[in-house]
């Protein structure tokens, strides 16, 4: 997967519980970002980095917090899930802001 | 917002056929790339092209940025070309936000 895992790969969990998901790039690459895929809707950004501390929103954002303390870790936190966060979540890399993306594997989340 | 359409939306083709699919945007974007979902999810970057053309064994790609469409090209298609196919544009009004198109689901069969 060209340097790019993401943890874990299946989580279901309870309405209201909070729940972090990890990307982890071993490419040294600056940007990192986090989409959900749904159906009828996509693939959608949730948040992105630019570099170590800096983040900033997406189209969707709402619900989601980031944070980025070292270069390889992008983790995505839903504070207090809802059913309407069930999703696929997608971590992505870049070079920089003109380079193509590599994809992580994916996390399938189901909140219930 | 940018708006990013994809045609057709669903497309079914024999195995050995060769097929166009087509990528517009409705403003201008500083690069657009190409991906490949395949059927168990993996999301694999065909190409990074903003303009120009691009070949990579059986497929290639023309970006006609002046005229805000891209092309996706499958020439001798097989059935491991079965997913779906996306475009995604990186819009010049917000930098670094790329949108995706809806994609092309394709089926290839023997």
């Known amino acids: 997967d060209a340097g790019i895992t993401q943890s874990p790969r299946h989580k279901v969990t309870e309405t209201g519980t909070p729940v972090t998901l990890r990307c982890h790039q071993t490419?040294?690459?600056?940007?990192m970002y986090w989409y959900r895929q749904d159906p009828g809707h996509g693939l959608r950004l949730i948040h992105y980095?630019?570099?170590?501390?800096?983040?900033d929103k997406g189209e969707v954002s709402d619900g989601y917090s980031v944070s980025r303390s070292k270069t390889e870790d992008f983790l995505l936190t839903l504070e207090s899930a809802t059913s309407s966060q069930t999703s696929v979540y997608f971590c992505?890399?870049?070079?920089?802001?003109?380079?193509?993306?590599?994809f992580g594997s994916g996390t399938r989340l189901t909140v219930v | 917002g940018i708006q990013v359409e994809q045609s057709p939306p669903d497309l079914i083709l024999q195995e050995g056929a060769n097929s166009t699919l087509r990528c517009n945007f409705s403003?201008?974007?500083?690069?657009l790339q190409w991906f490949h979902q395949n059927p168990w999810g993996q999301l694999i970057n065909l190409f990074y092209?903003?303009?120009g053309t691009k070949q990579n064994g059986r497929l290639s790609a023309t970006t006609v940025a002046t005229e805000r469409y891209s092309l996706l090209y499958i020439s001798s298609s097989q059935t491991t070309d079965s997913g779906v196919y996306f475009c995604?544009?990186?819009?010049?009004?917000?930098?670094?936000?790329?949108?995706f198109g809806p994609g092309t689901s394709l089926s290839v069969i023997p």
């Open positions: 490419e040294n690459h600056r940007y």
């Open positions: 092209i903003p303009s």
């Open positions: 995604a544009v990186d819009p010049k009004t917000s930098y670094d936000k790329v949108i």
């Open positions: 980095s630019y570099g170590v501390k800096d983040t």
């Open positions: 992505a890399i870049s070079v920089g802001a003109n380079y193509g993306y590599t």
């Open positions: 403003d201008s974007v500083n690069n």
